[in-house]
């Protein structure tokens, strides 16, 4: 859970992930811009080892008595009430597919 404490932000202007740390701690400490979104990490991986992010869209295979059935699904990772909300039991059942900023389309119908 080392990553836990990582963030990213949405520039919406540039259209672009910040990682860098410094800048990061230059929007949190000048007052955030209201163009950036900051996300944080879960300090999840998903199955191919990629850190889960607030804001990315997994694919997470349907379980039925915690057996794949073959089917999946698509969500948001999101922060809500102090905890993140995915729909998974074990991140190695979790896919990162995209961002909702990039790749929206992902979850529609």
Known sequence: ????????????IAKEYIFDSYALYELFV??????????????????????????DIVEVP??????????????KVYYKHGAF?????????LKVIGNIHENSELLEG
Do not use: H
């Open 30 to 55: 000048n007052d955030i811009d209201n163009s950036y979104q900051v996300e944080q990490c879960t300090g999840l991986k998903d199955k191919n080892g990629k850190l889960i992010y607030e804001g």
């Open 62 to 75: 349907v379980l039925y008595n915690g057996i794949p059935t073959g089917k999946k699904q698509r969500c």
């Open 85 to 93: 909300n995915i729909y998974a039991v074990k991140s190695e059942y």
């Open 1 to 12: 859970m080392q990553d836990r404490f990582k963030f990213r932000a949405w520039d919406s």
